[in-house]
């Protein structure tokens, strides 16, 4: 039987105010008065805590303070944890292939081209991700490695990236609230202020049943970047932000996707 008249369309119309629709100032590039000041206090904090921060520059120390208001009380508690975390998690400094062979498998994470702005793009498939394959662990460090290639690509003077998620084909088989959350904790407390905006295209409604449960873990900062786009104004939004020579073939560019682990 056919749906019922008043039926819940297949694909979202979006007009959610509740989150960003992308707008964004891009903060500047050059450390203000104000930062430098509260960077080398910072700094002196928590070198004298962990003596390994000496080994990260300004720029690094500004995210932590950014993401927190320029509180240096609260990014230095944030800052620590990281570095914790980073010895902890990444042992060997940086995750391997061989480490997340299940999620590599899944071709589900490209990177190529930059933004009019200078940064470099991610495309991921969600509908492709399959956590019965695999552990939530293993997808932490895909995460992990994920924002790690991506951190490498940026150009001089840029700190931030462009993530485009497609979520064509995205079901139940797809679902995965706890690996969502936890990738969202990893980019929030551990890369903050990397993520300049973040595409949502292609969502079908079914979607939005996670969104629901992930929506409360996403901060404020996170929430503004966020842009969920309608199928008939996908590339016409997309080539607001990325030149045709940068965006990829599959939405009307000119680039080839490029698996993650190839780029």
Not at 3 to 27: C, K, L, N
Not at 29 to 42: P, T, Y
Not at 190 to 200: A, I, N, S
């Amino acid at each position: 039987s056919g749906p019922e008249a008043g039926a819940i369309p297949p694909r979202m119309e979006f007009t959610d105010a509740s989150v960003g629709g992308g707008a964004e100032e891009e903060a500047p590039r050059e450390i203000s008065e104000v930062e430098r000041s509260k960077i080398g206090i910072m700094r002196a904090v928590v070198e004298r805590e962990d003596p390994s921060a000496k080994d990260v520059d300004d720029f690094m120390i500004r995210r932590f303070l950014r993401a927190r208001d320029l509180d240096i009380e609260k990014a230095s508690k944030l800052f620590l944890k990281y570095l914790s975390w980073r010895w902890s998690f990444v042992p060997n400094g940086a995750i391997s292939a061989s480490e997340i062979p299940n999620d590599l498998a899944q071709q589900k994470s490209f990177i190529q081209g930059l933004d009019k702005m200078g940064r470099p793009i991610m495309v991921v498939y969600g509908g492709r991700h399959n956590p019965s394959k695999g552990s939530l662990e293993e997808f932490k460090r895909f995460v992990v490695y994920s924002l790690d290639k991506i951190c490498s690509r940026m150009p001089g003077g840029q700190e931030k990236f462009v993530g485009i998620a497609d979520l064509e084909g995205w079901g139940y088989k797809s679902s995965d609230v706890r690996g969502y959350i936890a990738a969202l904790s990893i980019l929030q407390d551990c890369y903050p202020e990397r993520l300049g905006k973040l595409f949502l295209i292609h969502v079908p409604y079914i979607f939005m049943t996670a969104w629901k449960m992930v929506y409360p873990f996403i901060d404020p900062k996170t929430k503004k970047k966020i842009v969920f786009v309608e199928d008939k104004k996908l590339r016409t939004t997309l080539l607001r932000d990325i030149d045709e020579s940068q965006l990829p073939e599959a939405y009307g560019g000119r680039l080839p996707l490029v698996p993650i682990q190839d780029s």
